[in-house]
Structure formats: structure tokens, C-alpha cells
Nanobody, 115 residues
């Protein structure tokens, strides 16, 4: 499975961004997709996930501000990020869970929240 992430950038506090992650290849093996993020000097943390059944889960720090969704026809997952804060600054990584197979990772896309 190959994952192509896009949509990062520089935004002011309180602003919005939408990240996209398009999957290709052996997509039949995917049973969930999501986003992690890693800030400098910090561990990678889970941001949001969406299962093949449509169930979602979010980190407490982003609940009510971020929304994960998917377009199955396009094999694409989105992360709508609203009310962004400086502490949301990080490299965001898309991933695809594949059951007993190793997960697939996309390249990071940088999100910087700064005035």
C-alpha cells in the first residue's frame, strides 16, 4: 500500500487546514486509516483514526476541533483541522492499518501554526 499525504502548511492560530491521504496499491488489505503527528523532541502520537466500518477515534487534545473522514470511492482519508493552536505544530503522518500485516506509512506533511 502506498500513501500520498498532502495539505500541510503554515496557518495562524485559530485557522484551519485539511490534510488528505490517498491510498493506492493493495487497498483491499486496509482495515483502518488514520493520522499520527510528531513534534520536534516529542514522541509520535495518534491524532485520529477511522475504521473500515466508519468508526472514529480521536486524541483528547483534538476532540471537537479535528474531524477525520473518508471518501471510499477515492481511497482517500481527510483530516479537517479547525481552531488550530500552536501546539498542533508537527509533522503529520498518514498510516494504513492492515490487520496482521505491517502498517503502511505516508510521508510526513508539515503543519505549522504560528502568528
Amino acid at each position: 500500500v502506498q500513501l500520498q499525504a498532502s495539505g500541510g502548511g503554515l496557518v495562524q492560530p485559530g485557522g484551519s487546514l485539511r490534510l488528505s491521504c490517498a491510498a493506492s496499491g493493495s487497498i483491499f488489505s486496509i482495515n483502518g486509516m488514520g493520522w499520527y503527528r510528531q513534534a520536534p523532541g516529542k514522541q509520535r502520537e495518534l491524532v485520529a483514526v477511522i475504521s473500515s466500518g466508519g468508526g472514529t477515534n480521536y486524541a483528547d487534545s483534538v476532540k471537537g476541533r479535528f474531524t477525520i473522514s473518508r471518501d471510499s470511492a477515492k481511497n482517500t482519508v481527510y483530516l479537517q483541522m479547525n481552531s488550530l493552536k500552536p501546539e498542533d505544530t508537527a509533522a503529520y503522518y498518514c498510516y494504513a492499518a492492515r490487520g496482521s500485516l505491517p502498517p503502511s506509512w505516508g510521508q510526513g506533511t508539515q503543519v505549522t501554526v504560528s502568528s
